[in-house]
């Protein structure tokens, strides 16, 4: 349900009846300052009080009252529908970054466990091979017959001698434990295998209920910035009527330009922080990009790393997890630092986002993405296209942060790879 209708759900219209001693140059002026501030927002069916509707309020003392509460109502209803909405926006960014976190320890640990399995495995086959000489030397002594290839090239051959070996009755003695180790050894190995496949085959879902909450996080964060937009759009208008009705007296024409100019400034300011965003692209603000020939740019240039790619101990809350990406820092202080894409795409996420902070991600194609954590500012949105070498954001320590610095992730297909390697491939060096 969008912000509009449940602002229309919750206001109860309070009806005010249309006097007709409203003076013909004041409609006028009204209706003029009614037709602005529809051009200026028409995608708003909420109720929201006219300056006739609070003229026509001031002729009875109950319908001023009702009109008052009607418009403190509103006021209200705009800032508890912004808190709300900033307040599941945080919560989404924090389910969304939990999620994440989870699918990039789980790729680390299974990654682990196949590890693990593969070298297990390998001394499994070692251990057999040992074991099946013992048992050729056997056979070949007139101990019996083996069926099996005794130079085992798979694990499955290699299972089958093992339980040819573990049937011969001369197994006595050393002969014995040289089985019993290959045995022990197998048996590990097939267990490690299979904890490496469970572990794998949970990646998966992992990574699902980490995508369907990245985009509940990108829809939450999109609301809040509607919410905000409403919040402003009507709170000048409403708080000057409420001032009109308040202290009795007649709405004059700088009374309904306030609304109109306070549109204005927004719209204005709005457009200047953007040329401003866009002045300050490109590099160091030297007007060309500094992205090199591959295309790929360092997105805090002439930083240098703090903090490695890797498992560790979470210096902020002590959990063992993965460190996603590397943290870059300059010595002489980071915070409001501009922030640059290390590569051309496409802004996939832009917002906050749990232990990151605020957050802007990049996909550049081809199952790459980038993303640039704890920023105190963003200066891109959701579905921009940018360029290798532009601002994106200002540094700073917001969420799971102890300091000042960009985490910087590199990822493909959505796992995390080293970003020293990633970016060293494409020419960039931390
Ligand atoms: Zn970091």
Redesign the pocket.
């Known amino acids: 349900m969008n912000a509009a209708k449940k602002a229309r759900n919750r206001v109860t219209p309070v009806v005010a009846k249309r006097f007709a001693r409203v003076s013909g140059a004041f409609v006028v002026a009204v209706a003029l300052a009614i037709g602005a501030g529809q051009a200026s927002a028409p995608a708003y069916a909420v109720d929201y009080p006219s300056w006739s509707d609070v003229q026509a309020a001031q002729s009875s003392e109950t319908a001023k009252q009702a009109e008052i509460a009607k418009i403190k109502g509103l006021i209200a209803g705009l800032a508890s529908e912004t808190a709300a909405a900033q307040a599941l926006a945080q919560q989404r960014g924090n389910d969304y970054q939990e999620a994440q976190s989870k699918f990039d320890t789980a790729t680390v640990q299974a990654g682990e466990l196949k590890a693990d399995a593969e070298a297990k495995q390998a001394k499994a086959d070692a251990s057999i091979k040992q074991a099946g000489q013992l048992a050729a030397m056997m056979a070949r002594s007139g101990g019996g017959a083996l069926s099996v290839n005794l130079l085992v090239a798979d694990s499955s051959q290699a299972q089958a001698l093992l339980y040819q070996l573990g049937a011969m009755s001369q197994l006595t003695g050393s002969t014995a434990k040289i089985y019993a180790v290959a045995e022990r050894d197998s048996n590990e190995a097939s267990l490690a295998t299979a904890q490496a496949k469970v572990a794998a085959d949970a990646l998966g879902a992992l990574a699902a209920a980490a995508d369907a909450l990245r985009q509940q996080a990108v829809e939450a964060q999109q609301a809040l910035e509607s919410s905000l937009q409403t919040e402003k759009s009507h709170q000048v208008d409403l708080e000057t009527q409420l001032a009109v009705l308040s202290q009795n007296r007649v709405a004059t024409a700088a009374d309904y330009q306030a609304g109109v100019n306070a549109r204005a400034a927004q719209a204005a300011a709005e457009a200047a922080a953007a040329a401003a965003a866009a002045a300050a692209t490109r590099g160091s603000g030297g007007g060309s990009s500094y992205a090199n020939s591959s295309g790929w740019a360092n997105p805090l240039p002439g930083s240098h790393s703090s903090?490695e790619f890797g498992m560790r101990v979470n210096p902020v809350d002590g959990g063992y997890r993965l460190?996603a990406?590397?943290?870059l820092t300059y010595n002489g202080g980071t915070c409001g630092a501009p922030v640059y894409a290390a590569g051309g795409g496409t802004v996939t996420y832009a917002g906050y986002n749990g232990g990151l902070g605020n957050n802007v991600q990049i996909s550049h194609g081809d199952g790459i993405l980038t993303s640039y954590?704890h920023n105190t500012s963003l200066a891109v949105s959701y579905g921009q296209q940018v360029d290798a070498g532009q601002l994106i954001a200002y540094a700073g320590t917001t969420g799971n942060s102890t300091g000042c610095?960009v985490?910087f992730e590199t990822r493909v297909d959505g796992v995390p790879q080293n970003p020293r390697g990633f970016m060293a491939d494409r020419g960039v060096n931390f």
């Open positions: 903090d460190h990406g590397i943290d954590g610095h985490h």
